[in-house]
């Protein structure tokens, strides 16, 4: 389909799986390359990140784990302040070599977060690997070391990413019209 609407909104076919899957394929051998050795510990991060963990994990051959997940976000004390706190993860990532599992970094809220609360259990080093990239859109001073595809400053749904919850399970990659 060219195009669907979701909720309120209507959406054109941006970027079908066979080109989302090559990306990544591509991405999994550079990881295959670059953590030989390693036995790392991948981190794939609830909901978003499924579709994109579920079809890297097929690709990535070297000896790893990996684990799930979920970031609960709720209103602090004071009004204007999220309180993101990261639920889930059981396994000892101490030494261990971590790879963020992301479907977009978008203004690097997410990912500075993550970076700073992962760092408190002393891993040996942490990388990150997203579906997505949106470089107009980063605020904060991290980069992904591996992405799968950069993206223009547009809001985005399916494989794995919704709108208001619905849309996760496209295959292909939508984005809103103007
Ligand atoms: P951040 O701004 O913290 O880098 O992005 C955090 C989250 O915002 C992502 O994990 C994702 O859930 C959501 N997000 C950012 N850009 C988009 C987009 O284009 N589409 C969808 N569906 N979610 C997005
Ligand atoms: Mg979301």
Redesign the pocket.
């Known amino acids: 389909m060219k195009e669907i609407r979701i909720l309120d909104k209507d959406f054109d076919l941006f970027i079908e799986y066979d080109a989302i899957l090559n990306s990544i394929k591509q991405l999994a051998v550079k990881l295959n390359e670059d953590l030989e050795n390693k036995n790392p510990i991948f981190v794939a991060?609830l909901n978003?990140s499924f579709m994109f963990a579920s079809d890297l994990m097929k690709y990535v051959t070297i000896p790893s784990e990996i684990t799930f997940v979920r970031i609960a976000s709720y209103k602090g004390t004071n009004s204007t302040n999220t309180i993101k706190e990261v639920l889930g993860l059981n396994e000892e990532i101490k030494n261990r070599t971590v790879v963020i599992i992301?479907?977009?970094?978008?203004?690097?809220?997410?990912?500075?977060?993550l970076l700073n609360r992962f760092k408190l259990y002393e891993p040996k080093e942490v990388k990150t690997a997203t579906l997505?990239f949106?470089p107009d859109?980063?605020v904060?001073d991290v980069k992904p070391e591996y992405v799968a595809m950069e993206?223009p400053n547009?809001?985005?749904?399916g494989f794995g990413?919704?709108?208001d919850g619905y849309?996760r399970n496209l295959k292909d990659i939508y984005r809103?019209k103007e």
């Not at 992301?102 to 977060?113: A, F, Q």
């Not at 547009?154 to 749904?157: P, Q």
């Open positions: 991060v978003g992301e479907d977009i970094v978008d203004s690097g809220n997410t990912l500075e977060m997505l949106k859109a980063i904060k993206i547009d809001f985005i749904v990413l919704d709108y849309g809103i």
